[in-house]
């Protein structure tokens, strides 16, 4: 089984539609991360219509930051996203992080225990 998780700050009070396209931001660019294996990427894509992209929650920058350096740790292919700052938020704004596409056991290993974005 193969996912990504995208991590999203909700510290930052960003609006639906903000959220949406940080979102979309990190999925692609983690797919062209360097440690994004093609095997990895195939079985995730090729897995009919699924595709599985959980989406996460933390309160700060510095608990993205650790679960980005756990990533870095294992491996994982990731992506940081950092807003332009042309709509609501500061330019350069850390928004989110997305891990994967990877193994599930492995991404769960450091994402299992953060809530799920509401």
């Known amino acids: 089984m193969y996912k990504q998780v995208i991590i999203v ?4 009070g960003m609006s639906i539609g903000k959220t949406a ?5 990190a999925a692609v660019a983690a797919c062209n991360h360097p440690d994004c294996k093609p095997y990895d990427f195939n079985c ?6 699924d595709q ?3 989406i996460l929650s933390v309160d ?3 608990k993205l930051m650790n679960i980005f350096a756990a990533a870095v740790t294992l491996e994982l292919p990731y992506a940081l996203v950092y807003d332009q700052g042309k709509t609501e938020l500061p330019v350069d704004t850390l ?3 997305c891990i994967g596409p990877a193994k599930s056991e492995v991404i769960n290993k450091i994402t299992s225990s953060l809530p799920l974005l509401k």
């Open 52 to 54: 599985k992209k959980i």
């Open 44 to 49: 995730w894509y090729n897995n009919g219509k």
């Open 95 to 97: 928004t989110c992080l």
């Open 21 to 25: 396209g940080q979102v979309a931001h």
């Open 9 to 12: 700050r909700t510290d930052l």
């Open 60 to 62: 700060s920058e510095d």
